[in-house]
C-alpha cells in the first residue's frame, strides 16, 4: 500500500487560511493564480520582488516611506539591498494595537502569573523608551539582557527599537564568562538584568553574576534590575544600578516618537554557537526580520489577529525573537520561563487549555520526552483551541510525530521547522495548505529558494546533501559586529559555495517537496535542540592547569545527542571522580547547564591536522563507527584509533 500523510487539511481549512487570501491577492495584484502551494512557490522564486511586495501589503507593513524600489543589486549575494528607500520602525509595527484586549500572558512557574493589555504594553514601552533616551541612548546605541522570558524582556527590546538602538539578549543561566564573550564584544550602554530565576521550583540569584559582569564591563552607563524573585534589593554596592521602577519613574505614559530607519537598520544582535572562537555578533535588520517573520507567521503558520501564541524558549534562543513578532499579526503572545516540567510533567498542558492557546511551540526534545514519559494530553485535556504544533531546535524524529497524533490531538498541523539564529528565521517549515508526512517537513519557505547541492555544487532532490540558499532573501544578517570589510560574513555562509548561502544542515528534498533534516553537517554540538559551540567548552576545560588540551563531540545518543569530552592531562595524571566534578562545575559555571559534559574520558593524544588544527569531525566519525575522510590530511592519524570502541561510550 502506498504511505498515507497523518494529517491532511480539510477544504474548509484550505480555503479559510491567510494562504488562500494571500493567493487571491497574488492573482488580483500580478494575474497570477494558484492552488496549490509548488505552484506558489515556484512563483515566489522565480518573482522575488512581486512576492515580497505582495507580502509587505498583505500583512500591512506600516512605513512613513516605501519607494519604489524592492530589491536592489539583485545579482550580489551577500550585497543584495531589500526595499532601500523604505522607512519603518520595528517597534511601530509590532505596537499597532493599543485596545484594552490581552497583549501578553506571563508564567513564572507556579510563582508568577501576569498580563498585560496592548494598552498597557504601549504605555510601558512608551515609559521604558523615554528612561533609555534621557541615558543617552540613541540610534545604533546598544542595549543588552540578562532576562527571563517575561513582558519585560519584551517591553526591553520594543523601547530599544523604538529608539533606532540595537536589543541584544541572553538567558540568566549563563555563566559570567558566556555572558561576556557575547556583551563584551559590542559594549552595551545600558544593561538590563533579573535579579534572578525559577527552575525546577528552584531559585537562582542573578545579582552576584550580574555585579561581577559590570566590573568587566565598564562602558555600561546603567544596569536597570529588573525584581523577579524577590523585591526590595539593596543595590548599594552597584552605584551603576537603579531597579526598573526607579528608572522609569520620572516618565509618563505617552506617545511614542518612533524613530523612522532604513530597511536594513540594525534590530538585534544574536550570537553564533562558537565553534571556532568567541561567538559571532550576527547583526540583524529591523526590516528584513519584520518581513520574514510575517510571512512566516501569517502565510507559513496560519497565525491570525486574535490567536494565541506560545513558545518554549529563553531570551537566548531566535525563537524568542520570533515569538515577540507575533504581535505584528495581533496575536497574544503565551510566555513561560522555568522548567517545562514543574510541577509535573503537564505543566504546559495545563497552560494550554486555560489560556485557549492557538500555535503550541516547542522543542523535539520535549516531544520526545513526552514520549517516553508515557504523556497523552488529548485523554487528561480538552486541547479545543490548538490549532497548530511547531517543533524546531533538531530533527523531530519519525517516531515524534505518530506520538503527537495519537496521543496529543489527531487534526493538528505539525510543523517541523527548521533555520536558525544565522537568519533569525526558517529555511523550511509548514503550510496550512499541504498534508503532514511522518519524519518529514512540509515545505521550503515561501520567497527562499533553498536548494540541496551535492559536493560538486549541482542541485539534486531525493539524495543528502548540503542545505543552501541559492537567492537573496531579506532576513540575511547586515553583518557580524567587529567584522570591518564583511570577510567572517562570507567565510561563514559564502566560503564553500561562492555566492550561495551554505547553511551547514545535511538535507534531502523529496520529490513531492518535503524536507527530512539530518542535522548539522559541521562540528557544531546539539544536545537537546540547542546549538553549542565546541570553543565555549574548551575555554572553560583547558583553564584547568591539569587539562593540556580537548577535544569535545556530540554523540548520537537516546534520539538525542550527548556531549563527550575527551581530555589529555599533564604528564603522569590520572583522570578520576574529582577531577571530572571539578571539569563539569567548572563549565556549568562558565556557560550553561546544555554545556556540561555527559561524559568525560581520558586519551594520551588528540588528532590535528598538520598546521596543527585538531579534527572534532574525525573522531566524531570513529565513535560512531563511521569511515573518516582525508586521513592523509592529519599529522598523527594513528591518534584516531585512541577513540575508536571506547567501552565508556558503546550504545546500550
Not at 564573550?181 to 552576584?208: C, M, W
Not at 531597579?243 to 544574536?270: T, V
Not at 548539522?520 to 587539562?547: K, M
Request: proline content about 6%.
Amino acid at each position: 500500500m502506498e504511505p498515507q500523510p497523518l494529517w491532511s487539511p480539510s477544504p474548509q481549512r484550505r480555503a479559510e487560511a491567510n494562504l488562500a487570501r494571500f493567493a487571491q491577492r497574488v492573482a488580483a495584484d500580478h494575474g497570477a493564480r494558484f492552488d496549490d502551494y509548488a505552484s506558489l512557490y515556484d512563483w515566489s522564486v522565480r518573482a522575488p520582488e512581486k512576492f515580497w511586495s505582495t507580502v509587505w501589503d498583505f500583512c500591512g507593513v506600516i512605513a512613513s516611506q516605501r519607494g519604489t524600489t524592492v530589491l536592489a543589486d539583485a545579482q550580489r549575494m551577500p550585497g543584495a539591498r531589500w526595499f532601500p528607500e523604505a522607512r519603518l520602525n520595528f517597534a511601530e509595527n509590532l505596537l499597532r494595537r493599543r485596545d484594552d484586549d490581552v497583549a501578553l500572558v506571563f508564567r513564572g512557574e507556579t510563582r508568577v502569573r501576569r498580563s498585560l493589555s496592548f494598552r498597557e504594553l504601549h504605555e510601558a514601552v512608551s515609559r521604558l523608551a523615554q528612561a533609555l533616551r534621557a541615558e543617552g541612548v540613541g540610534p545604533g546605541d546598544r542595549v543588552a539582557a540578562i532576562v527571563a522570558n517575561m513582558p519585560e524582556a519584551i517591553v526591553g527590546l520594543l523601547a530599544t527599537s523604538s529608539l533606532g538602538a540595537i536589543w541584544s539578549s541572553c538567558s540568566p543561566d549563563f555563566g559570567v564568562q558566556g555572558i561576556l564573550d557575547r556583551f563584551g564584544q559590542i559594549e552595551p550602554k545600558v544593561l538590563l538584568s533579573v535579579d534572578g530565576y525559577f527552575y525546577a521550583g528552584k531559585t537562582h540569584d542573578n545579582l552576584g553574576k550580574l555585579a561581577q559582569v559590570l566590573d568587566a564591563l565598564p562602558g555600561v552607563r546603567r544596569a536597570v534590575v529588573i525584581p523577579y524573585v524577590a523585591d526590595g534589593h539593596d543595590l548599594a554596592a552597584m552605584p551603576r544600578a537603579v531597579r526598573l521602577d526607579h528608572f522609569i519613574a520620572p516618565f509618563a505614559a505617552g506617545e511614542i516618537a518612533f524613530a523612522q530607519l532604513p530597511f536594513d537598520h540594525p534590530l538585534a544582535i544574536l550570537y553564533s554557537s562558537g565553534t571556532t572562537g568567541v561567538p559571532k555578533c550576527i547583526v540583524h535588520g529591523q526590516g528584513g526580520t519584520l518581513l520574514q517573520h510575517l510571512k512566516e507567521h501569517q502565510l507559513q503558520t496560519d497565525l491570525r489577529r486574535g490567536d494565541r501564541l506560545f513558545y518554549f524558549t529563553t531570551c537566548g534562543w531566535m525563537m524568542w525573537n520570533w515569538l515577540v513578532s507575533g504581535l505584528a499579526s495581533g496575536a497574544t503572545l503565551l510566555l513561560y520561563d522555568g522548567s517545562p516540567f514543574h510541577p509535573g510533567a503537564s505543566a504546559l498542558w495545563n497552560y494550554c487549555d486555560e489560556e485557549r492557546m492557538t500555535v503550541f511551540g516547542t522543542s523535539a526534545k520535549y516531544i520526545d520526552a513526552l514520549a517516553k514519559l508515557g504523556l497523552e494530553p488529548r485523554r487528561t485535556h480538552s486541547l479545543a483551541s490548538l490549532r497548530t504544533m511547531t517543533s524546531t531546535g533538531s530533527p523531530l524524529v519519525a517516531e515524534s510525530f505518530e506520538y503527537v497524533y495519537r496521543n496529543i490531538k489527531s487534526d493538528l498541523l505539525l510543523s517541523s521547522i527548521s533555520g536558525g539564529t544565522d537568519i533569525v528565521s526558517c529555511f523550511v517549515l509548514g503550510s496550512p495548505w499541504l498534508p503532514v508526512w511522518r519524519g518529514e517537513i512540509q515545505c521550503r519557505g515561501l520567497g527562499m529558494k533553498v536548494e540541496v547541492f551535492d559536493d560538486d555544487g549541482q542541485a539534486v532532490v531525493g539524495q543528502k546533501g548540503e542545505l543552501v540558499c541559492s537567492a537573496p532573501f531579506p532576513s540575511m544578517p547586515v553583518m557580524f559586529w567587529n567584522d570591518p570589510g564583511g570577510a567572517k560574513y562570507r567565510t561563514a555562509y559564502f566560503e564553500r559555495f561562492p555566492g550561495v548561502w551554505c547553511h551547514g544542515d545535511w538535507m534531502e528534498l523529496t520529490p513531492r517537496g518535503s524536507c527530512i533534516i539530518y542535522g548539522r553537517s559541521d562540528a557544531t554540538l546539539n544536545p537537546g535542540g540547542v546549538r553549542i559551540g565546541t570553543a565555549e567548552i574548551y575555554r572553560q576545560v583547558e583553564r584547568l592547569e591539569e587539562v593540556v588540551e580537548s577535544l569535545v563531540i556530540g554523540q548520537d545518543w537516546d534520539r538525542d545527542v550527548r556531549v563527550v569530552l575527551f581530555v589529555r592531562l599533564r604528564e603522569g595524571l590520572a583522570l578520576d571522580d574529582a577531577l571530572v566534578k571539578r571539569i563539569k562545575d567548572t563549565v556549568r559555571a562558565n556557560t550553561t547547564p546544555r554545556h556540561v559534559p555527559a561524559k568525560v574520558l581520558q586519551v594520551a593524544d588528540i588528532p590535528r591536522t598538520k598546521s596543527g588544527k585538531i579534527v572534532e569531525l574525525a573522531v566524531r566519525d570513529v565513535v560512531h563507527g563511521r569511515p573518516v575522510k582525508n586521513r592523509e590530511a592529519l599529522a598523527n592519524p594513528e591518534a584516531l584509533e585512541l577513540f575508536r570502541d571506547r567501552p565508556e561510550l558503546a550504545v546500550r
